[in-house]
């Protein structure tokens, strides 16, 4: 195994930066929903938008040859896995984003790494252990908690939303699964540009089966400041920044690093929407954190 040195500075800049553009997402949607936009036009157009920038580089890091040439098989795998999550999954998260607020969408989203556990034992037969398992059910009883917990009305108003989050999440869990059967043989690359290219192909197809047309980008300057800044800032470079954190610092720290996230949309869903969650969900939010935080440790601990 391939031995990390201590983390400089800017390597956990690179990371944080990262962890800190996939929170802005339900933001720059949430904006634009309050602008007049479905999620399905939100979503195509943000598909359609980073999908080129994704394909050059691709290219670029991979060489044409590894994101032309690749086997049937891993080409079937890495466009089922994004049919999956970056179709499927994501227009459950952004239907979701139009029925609850950003904050508790992003602290849900963040419990695939306990689904990612439990998958694993699954399929290795083999029972986590006592740690993973306290972990895990820390997790849990932080999304209870956070969707409303002992606040029946809360919880009523937040299931439905919660229910297709963590749907969502599960598609994530299942296309990290993918992404570790495929990306030793082609690589992660071109793994990223076909999934990608397969959930945008059925968005669109989707998009024009729904509208009855391709959808395109309305209202002026300020809707398409917040569409460029959902595909540059949301999407496309804190997906490339998050590649080359995990390049730089590996997987284990870069996970770590990301549950800046979470805090980071609370934040962001005070000063731009006016949400606040009640102390009793930010408990919750902290608890799911943990768990996730003794997750990633416990993994790190075992690689």
């Not at 932080?142 to 917990?149: A, C, F």
Request: hydrophobic share 55%; charged share 10%.
């Amino acid at each position: 195994m391939r031995q990390l040195s201590p983390p400089r500075h800017a390597d956990l800049m690179i990371a944080a930066a990262a962890a800190v553009g996939f929170a802005s997402k339900g933001i720059f949607a949430k904006l634009l929903y309050a602008r007049g936009w479905d999620f399905e036009s939100v979503l195509t157009l943000r598909s359609l938008g980073a999908l080129p920038i994704v394909w050059i580089w691709a290219v670029w890091r991979a060489g044409p040859t590894a994101v032309c040439r690749i086997p049937l098989a891993a080409a079937t795998g890495a466009a089922g896995a994004g049919a999956l999550c970056y179709c499927a999954g994501v227009l459950m998260n952004f239907y979701a984003l139009t029925l609850m607020t950003a904050s508790i969408e992003r602290v849900l989203l963040f419990s695939y790494p306990s689904m990612v556990v439990i998958l694993h034992a699954l399929i290795q037969r083999r029972a986590p252990s006592r740690r993973v398992i306290a972990a895990v059910a820390l997790t849990y009883a932080g999304i209870l908690v956070v969707v409303g917990g002992p606040n029946l009305a809360t919880l009523h108003e937040n299931a439905f939303g919660g229910g297709l989050v963590l749907s969502c999440a599960l598609t994530f869990a299942l296309y990290y699964l993918a992404s570790e059967r495929w990306t030793p043989a082609i690589g992660s690359a071109p793994f990223t540009v076909i999934a990608l290219t397969s959930a945008t192909l059925l968005l669109v197809g989707i998009s024009v089966a729904h509208h009855g047309h391709l959808s395109t980008l309305r209202g002026g300057v300020p809707d398409a400041l917040l569409m460029a800044g959902l595909i540059l800032f949301a999407t496309v470079l804190p997906m490339l920044l998050m590649t080359e954190g995990v390049r730089r610092l590996g997987a284990q720290r870069a996970a770590l690093i990301s549950t800046i996230g979470p805090p980071t949309t609370l934040l962001m869903g005070a000063l731009f929407l006016g949400e606040r969650l009640s102390p009793v969900q930010c408990l919750g939010a902290l608890l799911i954190l943990g768990g996730i935080a003794v997750l990633q440790t416990q993994r790190s601990a075992n690689a």
